[in-house]
């Protein structure tokens, strides 16, 4: 285990449905980041949050929308998803404001009908 | 076009044998490359990381090399085991603001057979 949890570990949702995926880091660590990885594909960068605020969006599309309330805490919120939107999204954290050694949760498998 | 480039993309091996995996990249300025092991359905562990000032750094049976004036480098895996069947990603990071940046690449997925 890297210190990192995601729940759900697995979500099918319809393009209507309202989600969100959770992350969780027993790290002490005070970056926290959402990534994307397609089948293959290299991940991609979603967001990142140092600090708790927000200092990357990657021109995510709006109906991902993602809330840190803490260091400790990121969730993804997820609404009227695409069929393309499937994929494994994976949570990190790292420390020293983002510097440091990113950890990797074992990531959502999502798949949207 | 991603600036990480990894081949190959897909290797099998057997069981005992050597491999080494190849990562060029375009990044700069650089601040450091990582090697990234990936077992199916998990998230990814580093298994190196390596400042442009070093050549070469070994974790167990995993051994990364970096030629920084040439941008490329190498992840050997001696003796390789059933375990050892995973993607590798070889990860560079580019100093963008505050935060170290991580440009992946797209992994090489190996296979180890009995």
């Known amino acids: 285990e890297t210190g990192v949890t995601q729940t759900p570990r697995h979500l099918v949702m319809g393009m209507t449905n309202k989600k969100s995926l959770k992350c969780e880091q027993h790290?002490?660590?005070?970056?926290m980041y959402w990534y994307k990885q397609s089948a293959k594909k290299p991940l991609e960068l979603m967001f990142v949050?140092?600090?708790?605020?927000?200092?990357e969006n990657n021109s995510v599309p709006s109906r991902f929308s993602p809330e840190c309330p803490n260091s400790s805490h990121l969730f993804l919120h997820l609404h009227t998803l695409q069929p393309e939107d499937s994929a494994l999204y994976l949570c990190?954290?790292?420390?020293?404001?983002?510097?440091?050694?990113?950890?990797f949760g074992p990531g959502t498998r999502l798949l949207v009908l | 076009k991603n600036q990480v480039e990894q081949s190959p993309q897909s290797l099998i091996i057997l069981e005992g044998k050597n491999c080494t995996l190849q990562c060029n990249y375009t990044v700069s300025p650089f601040s450091n490359l990582r090697w990234y092991k990936q077992d199916t359905g998990r998230g990814p562990v580093s298994l190196t990381i390596m400042t442009f000032s070093e050549n070469t750094k070994s974790n167990g049976r995993y051994t990364a090399t970096l030629d920084a004036d040439t941008k490329q480098s190498s992840l050997h895996i001696t003796a390789s085991q059933l375990s050892d069947s995973a993607s590798y990603i070889c990860v560079v990071s580019e100093i963008s603001g505050g935060y170290n940046k991580l440009i992946f690449g797209a992994g090489t997925r190996l296979a180890v057979h009995p």
């Open positions: 949050y140092s600090l708790e605020e927000r200092v």
């Open positions: 990190a954290s790292s420390q020293d404001g983002a510097r440091g050694t990113q950890y």
């Open positions: 790290l002490g660590h005070n970056a």
